[in-house]
């Protein structure tokens, strides 16, 4: 094994190392306690999966990932916690001492155990799958580049993209609608009921 | 030149995707789910690519586009919920939402 | 001509004999409340006279050269014995068979049920539920009708059955007290066990001989068993059940005492004059079998003789006068068993009809009196009617010389028939001469103590009578108490109807004693003798020393027992009664019920178990999810696995 660690090219390195990064990351905003630590830990995981993402011959999906991903969804994330107070710790609601759990008492241990199995298990089994499939396939350093994906989606996937329009657009009404704050519309509605 | 095996890439994905399930599962605050399943979305994303990547298709990256076109309404209308159930219960519990217990 | 009409037409007016009481049930039953009395009497009562001059004069048709008048309405099913040889089928049709014996009882039947309801219709026009009332008693007499002329046994059965349906609704006539109901009841299930055990005769007796055709029965019966014969035993013993529990003899007489609850025609129509004749008709249509069973008909005979001695002490400590009545029928139908045990079928028939008149009219001038008395039935609160109500005392005297056999009343011609015929009878014998003696006596007896109670001595009752004035209703009990004192007449007549449908029984060779009849004619004159003087502080209207305020009845330990039928009541409540209601106690719920329940429980179960998955929290989804997703992989690539792990 470490013979072939030596025998790494410095592509295969960096990627490698990014991949540990994403997934250091990724645990750290699982298991944080708190909020906006946990959005910067996300954030974080997002740039180094970015980095693979280029070192896999995709830069169009690299800058996406940084550009939409992390600089717009997260910091969408971001400025709702701040404005709407929503990061409170979770220490408020944390399990107390005095819950109970398969009958014991709750601790660190026994409330991470049942899903750290279960995704434990998950996981091995997809390891397996992924082997056990003819996917050890020869990658050719060959990049995909912006040009390519433009004449793909407005080609064949053309449609995709309009529905995908259709889903930010119902995205958009439904945030809107859920978020506003009270009392707005309702003048509206008697409004419209006393006319109609 | 060989580059970074297929296999190995699902199995980064497969990682993050299962970290991801984990959060979802034991986390009690809605904020930490939605992040969760930020996590879980991205490494689909990851496997994507890899595929593309790998048969030299430009598919992998237009799936990965629609995806993140998904995370994005879906992260939308996940805070307005949000927003929603912290005015109603005054916490982010997400165990107070078991009307359908039963 | 004459030759084809008459008898087409007997037939025919044979076959519509029971139609017209049921034609009347069913409109009075359809627009009983609407009806007034007027339309409503002379509906039940019309139907009732044209079934009496049908029954006539089909009986006129009836001759020595043309013995059997038969006439075929339906036909209904055909059974078929598959077993063993017989590879019999038999045809079960409505048809019915006049011959004399139906004769005789289709005359009391709508004779005295016409009578009866003559009578009825005056005593029961204050009620208000009396379109009902007749409804019922009309359809007691198509039920009747039905069982004396039916020609198989399933027809009869179906008679049997009607009688006793109508009985029921009958004494819980007035079903908003909860005795009269409880009394219908009793009678009901007492009579079912009695036809039980003829339900289970009539099987044997389709298995043994594949017929149930009456005639047929007789034939075959006589061809294929020799007397003694072990079915034949067990058949005639089964059918004696069933008789048993219709007419009250015992075991079974428990019911009849409490059916007085009901209304007096009632008791008079029911329970006197037809349905309790029901079994001694049964017995006397079946004669071919039991005279192949000479052992039942020894039981038969004895029967009759216990019952007639227990009744009779039991209605020497009775003081409702209805009841005494009700006793004194037990008593008299034993007289019936014990004169068809002997073999002397005619002499029992013939009683049958002589004290139908006498109980009849027993029973109306009674109801008659209660009814002047504004329904006082104690005996001891009676007294000294003889002075304020001399047309009723006139005639109850008159039943009372008929019951008591006196001669000169059709009563003695009837009683002393049967007696007659004991002593030298293979089957009965002098012992049974003697308990027949004994019997008399008693009857007289309980008579005179009746009459004096009732009628003599100081009067008790100190408020105003109200004698009915009903013409309708002195009427008929005047034509009753016409013919019982001179029913007698009818004896050759019926008589020789009879010989044509009973065969000759054998009698002993011994000769009989000389002194026989004489003994029987003076025992109720002993009778007579002896009351006059035991009784007499009942009589006399000054006794000394006897307030009428402690005027009772006895309520010595014995006087008590002989009151309620002789314990049986009490004897039958701890054998069968309570363990019965402490074995339903125990099945409250109902065993099979909970097993059944099982099914809904195991569902339940399954309800609960999956249920509790549904906890309504997303994130137990969520693992579930998961869960599925690593079992569904597993199971995809179980092959891949075993192959790479091998």
Redesign the interface.
Same mark, same amino acid.
């Given at each position: 094994m470490i013979s072939t660690f030596i025998e790494l090219n410095p592509l295969q390195l960096t990627f490698y190392f990014a991949a540990l990064l994403a997934i250091v990351a990724s645990v750290k905003v699982v298991t944080g306690k708190n909020t906006v630590h946990a959005l910067l830990y996300l954030v974080v995981s997002l740039l180094a999966v970015a980095v693979c993402f280029y070192l896999m011959g995709a830069p169009f999906a690299a800058g996406l990932e940084i550009i939409v991903y992390a600089g717009a969804i997260l910091v969408l994330f971001v400025f709702a916690i701040m404005m709407f107070g929503l990061g409170q710790d979770e220490t408020l609601h944390a399990p107390s001492v005095n819950d109970r759990i398969y009958g014991t008492k709750v601790n660190k241990f026994n409330l991470w155990l049942g899903p750290f199995l279960l995704a434990l298990l998950l996981l091995t089994e997809l390891v397996y799958a992924i082997n056990s499939g003819e996917i050890q396939a020869k990658l050719t350093s060959n990049t995909i580049d912006a040009k390519q994906v433009g004449i793909l989606l407005y080609g064949p996937y053309l449609l995709a993209v309009e529905i995908a329009s259709f889903l930010l657009l119902a995205g958009l009404i439904g945030g809107y609608h859920f978020a506003k704050p009270e009392g707005v519309g309702l003048e509206r509605k008697k409004d419209i009921g006393e006319h109609g | 030149?060989?580059?970074?095996?297929? *296999?190995h =890439?699902?199995?980064?994905a *497969?990682?993050?995707?299962?970290?991801?399930?984990?959060? $979802?599962?034991?986390?009690?605050?809605t904020?930490?789910?939605?992040?969760?399943l /930020?996590?879980m979305l991205?490494a689909v994303?990851?496997a994507f =690519?890899?595929a593309?990547?790998?048969?030299?298709?430009? &598919?992998?990256?237009?799936m990965?586009?629609?995806i993140?076109?998904?995370?994005?309404? /879906? $992260?939308?209308?996940g805070?307005?919920?949000?927003?929603?159930m912290?005015?109603r219960f005054k *916490?982010? &519990?997400? &165990?107070l939402? *078991?009307?359908?217990?039963? | 001509m004459n030759d084809t009409i008459i008898p087409l037409m007997t037939e025919s007016v044979l076959a519509f004999l029971p139609i017209y009481p049921l034609i009347s049930f069913l409109l009075l039953m359809g627009f009983g409340k609407r009806l007034s009395w007027r339309v409503a009497a002379s509906l039940s009562v019309g139907a009732m006279v044209l079934s009496a001059l049908s029954s006539v004069f089909v009986i006129s048709q009836l001759s020595v050269g043309d013995p059997v008048i038969t006439s075929q309405l339906w036909t209904w099913f055909t059974l078929t014995l598959a077993e063993g040889a017989n590879q019999a089928t038999t045809s079960i049709n409505i048809n019915f068979y006049l011959d004399g014996l139906s004769a005789v009882m289709i005359s009391v039947v709508t004779g005295i049920g016409l009578l009866i309801h003559v009578f009825a219709a005056a005593y029961m026009k204050e009620d208000e539920n009396f379109s009902r009332f007749m409804a019922y008693m009309n359809l007691f007499i198509v039920a009747m009708l039905i069982l004396v002329l039916a020609d198989n046994l399933v027809l009869l059965y179906l008679g049997w059955e009607g009688v006793g349906l109508c009985s029921f609704l009958l004494i819980g006539f007035w079903y908003q007290e909860k005795e009269n109901v409880m009394a219908a009841r009793k009678a009901f299930i007492v009579t079912r066990i009695g036809d039980t055990a003829m339900a289970i005769g009539l099987f044997m007796l389709f298995k043994e001989l594949g017929q149930l055709t009456i005639v047929d029965i007789t034939q075959s019966a006589q061809t294929l068993w020799t007397t003694g014969d072990d079915k034949a035993y067990w058949i005639a013993l089964l059918l004696l059940g069933g008789a048993v529990g219709k007419s009250a003899q015992l075991p079974l007489q428990t019911w009849l005492p409490d059916a007085m609850a009901g209304p007096t025609p009632v008791s008079a129509l029911i329970h006197a004059a037809t349905m309790v004749t029901a079994g001694v008709y049964l017995i006397a249509r079946m004669n071919s079998i039991f005279l192949l069973a000479p052992e039942v008909m020894t039981y038969v005979a004895w029967l009759g003789a216990a019952t007639l001695i227990l009744a009779g002490i039991a209605a020497l400590a009775q003081s409702d006068i209805k009841r005494v009545l009700a006793y004194s029928t037990m008593s008299q139908i034993g007289y019936m068993m014990l004169s068809l045990g002997a073999g002397a079928f005619s002499a029992g028939v013939f009683h049958l009809m002589t004290h139908a008149f006498f109980k009849a009219l027993l029973f109306l001038t009674a109801g008659a009196i209660i009814l002047a008395l504004h329904h006082q039935q104690n005996l001891f609160k009676m007294g000294g009617l003889l002075k304020r109500l001399p047309f009723e005392t006139a005639l109850f005297a008159v039943g009372l010389i008929c019951l008591m056999a006196l001669p000169g009343s059709s009563g003695f011609f009837s009683k002393e028939a049967i007696i007659a015929q004991l002593w030298s009878s293979n089957t009965a014998g002098p012992l049974l001469w003697y308990c027949a003696i004994f019997g008399a006596l008693l009857t007289s007896i309980y008579s005179c103590r009746l009459f004096f109670l009732a009628f003599m001595g100081e009067s008790r009752f100190e408020q105003n009578l109200q004698p009915s004035s009903s013409k309708l209703l002195k009427l008929s009990l005047i034509t009753l108490a016409a013919l019982s004192l001179v029913g007698g007449v009818f004896s050759n007549i019926i008589d020789m109807s009879l010989t044509q449908v009973f065969p000759l029984v054998a009698r002993s060779a011994e000769s009989e004693p000389n002194w026989l009849h004489s003994v029987a004619i003076a025992t109720p004159f002993v009778g007579i003798v002896f009351s006059w003087f035991y009784f007499s502080s009942y009589r006399r209207k000054d006794s000394a020393g006897s307030n009428l305020n402690n005027f009772s009845e006895s309520t010595s330990g014995i006087a008590n027992f002989c009151r309620q039928g002789l314990g049986f009541d009490c004897l039958y409540y701890w054998l069968v009664v309570k363990p019965y209601c402490s074995l339903a106690k125990l099945n409250r719920s109902d065993i099979f019920d909970q097993l059944i329940m099982l099914n809904a429980w195991y569902v339940a179960l399954c309800h609960d178990v999956l249920k509790s998955s549904q906890t309504g929290k997303l994130r137990w989804y969520a693992a579930a999810i998961g869960l599925v997703t690593f079992l569904l992989l597993l199971a995809l690539n179980i092959d891949a696995l075993s192959t790479e792990a091998s």
């Open positions: - | 030149m060989i580059a970074i095996p297929l *296999s =890439i699902l199995i980064l *497969s990682i993050l995707f299962v970290i991801g399930f984990v959060g $979802v599962i034991t986390r009690k605050n904020l930490f789910i939605l992040m969760s /930020e996590v991205n994303g990851v =690519i890899g593309g990547s790998a048969w030299q298709q430009a &598919d992998g990256q237009v990965f586009i629609l993140l076109t998904l995370a994005a309404a /879906e $992260v939308a209308l805070l307005a919920l949000l927003i929603q912290q005015r *916490s982010l &519990d997400i &165990d939402l *078991s009307k359908l217990k039963g | -």
